[in-house]
């Protein structure tokens, strides 16, 4: 079955404690961004990559990295987790033979920094 | 850069009302138009396209007609149901930094 899949779904950190969230798809797609979404500000996107070990800044980048090894994996680091980056994390990818082609989306992580 | 507007939520409808959400964009050149939806508990999902003017997107019951004179793309649907019951994001992409830009969702709650 052709998926996104994200780990972890929920996660409850504490400031500081460096994070991975990481994602992975078997659609073989090029495209694969990262978007946080928050209440009244909707989806934000934080990083995304067209290709193997090419990644760019999205529009709310500051606190994060991100990085593009291989095809199907990419993984979104938290160095230094602070309280406003409480959110819902979304993975998404999208094949490059279209530039129409939809985004797929993984189902989320719920993350809390305290 | 790009931008969209979108009806602020959240709407509450009865089962069998008519459903809009209106959705307006600001974009360069011209835009692919998408609807996503976004059931509780999951991540989003494409409801329907449309690529380019006079396009209509069509899935599930739900309608939208890309209207170049007047920017918009609103979503339609004649008949909601309980299972309707989502968040909606109208999404331009395309212009000149090759992105896709979500409006701020739309709660929809359909009560039988």
């Known amino acids: 079955e052709a998926q996104v899949t994200q780990n972890p779904r929920y996660l409850i950190t504490v400031t500081g404690k460096k994070l991975t969230v990481t994602c992975s798809q078997n659609m073989n797609h090029e495209y694969m961004s990262w978007y946080r979404q928050d209440p009244g500000l909707g989806l934000r996107q934080i990083y995304y990559s067209m290709n193997v070990e090419v990644t760019d800044k999205g529009d709310v980048p500051e606190g994060y990295k991100v990085s593009r090894k291989e095809k199907r994996n990419f993984p979104l680091i938290l160095e230094s987790p602070s309280p406003n980056q409480t959110s819902l994390y979304f993975c998404?990818?999208?094949?490059?033979?279209?530039?129409?082609?939809?985004?797929?989306f993984g189902n989320g992580t719920r993350l809390t920094v305290t | 850069g790009d931008s969209v507007t979108q009806m602020e939520g959240p709407v509450t409808l009865s089962e069998e009302a008519f459903l809009t959400i209106n959705c307006t964009y600001t974009?360069?050149?011209?835009?692919?138009l998408f609807w996503y939806v976004q059931y509780p508990g999951e991540g989003l999902q494409l409801l329907l396209k449309?690529?380019?003017?006079?396009d209509k997107g069509s899935n599930k019951g739900f309608e939208a007609t890309y209207r170049k004179e007047t920017t918009s793309f609103h979503l339609e649907k004649g008949s909601v149901q309980v299972s309707d019951s989502a968040v909606y994001f109208c999404a331009p992409f395309g212009g000149s930094n090759y992105k896709l830009t979500f409006g701020k969702g739309t709660l929809l709650t359909v009560n039988p």
């Open positions: 974009a360069t050149g011209y835009p692919s």
């Open positions: 998404a990818s999208r094949g490059e033979s279209s530039y129409n082609s939809p985004l797929h």
């Open positions: 449309a690529t380019k003017a006079d």
